[in-house]
């Protein structure tokens, strides 16, 4: 069976300064790898995906993750970050079911 | 394309009472799912149906929640009796195919309940 973890439940940052979002997991083949924002009483959104090829995977809003099969880890960044990117992010695993797995949840918040 | 609806979005009700949750996929989507999301937590998957078959209900509390996707477009999740651990966001989703390795869900808004 496959978990999640995602390390830090609330994290801040300037506006303009590096996101990073970190997510480790646990899962006994591959692994299918996502992203997904919650906006405010919004549902999920894929912010971007990692199945097979390319380790480093390119998303929406100027997101982007690396799957490192060493680590275990696929961490979500962003250069430099917007007001509009406040919400909460979510990190989930598939393995060959294609049932996700979610971790908690981690809230961002940008400073102006 | 329109999205997957949910109705309605908000809900507030005593316990032992009964509620239902109505979902609407995408069109042509053959699988659907329903999510509990409890506040500080991830969703968790309660139900998943590939057209109107139940695919994986293994962590639905059947004694309490039902679920039915009876022609296999639109859904409904009840809950009779409600608890007050039954406060939460559920969330819909649905997808193409289960099965494809490039296939993803698409998330409802949610219906947020409140059991008092």
């Known amino acids: 069976a496959q978990s999640v973890t995602q390390l830090g439940s609330h994290v801040s940052v300037s506006e303009g300064a590096l996101v990073l979002l970190r997510c480790n997991y646990s899962?006994?083949?591959?692994?299918?790898l996502f992203w997904y924002v919650q906006y405010p009483n919004q549902g999920l959104q894929l912010l971007l995906k990692y199945t097979t090829g390319a380790t480093l995977v390119k998303g929406i809003n100027g997101f982007e993750a690396e799957f490192k099969k060493s680590e275990t880890s696929f961490h979500l960044t962003k250069p430099s970050a917007h007001m509009s990117d406040a919400a909460e992010y979510f990190c989930a695993v598939s393995d060959n079911d294609y049932k996700l797995s979610f971790g908690a949840g981690t809230t961002v918040t940008v400073r102006a | 394309e329109a999205g997957v609806a949910q109705s309605p979005r908000y809900k507030i009700i005593e316990k032992r009472q009964s509620v239902a949750f109505w979902c609407n996929p995408i069109s042509g989507h053959a699988t659907l799912y329903w999510y509990q999301q409890i506040l500080g937590q991830g969703p968790k998957l309660l139900i998943q149906?590939?057209?109107?078959?139940?695919?994986?209900d293994s962590q639905l509390p059947k004694d309490r929640f039902s679920a039915e996707r009876l022609k296999g477009v639109d859904s409904t999740l009840k809950i009779q009796p409600a608890k007050l651990e039954d406060s939460a966001v559920y969330l819909c989703a649905s997808s193409l195919e289960a099965g494809q390795m490039n296939y993803e869900q698409y998330f409802g808004p949610g219906t947020r309940l409140t059991v008092t």
């Open positions: 149906f590939q057209n109107n078959g139940v695919v994986d």
């Open positions: 899962s006994s083949v591959p692994p299918y």
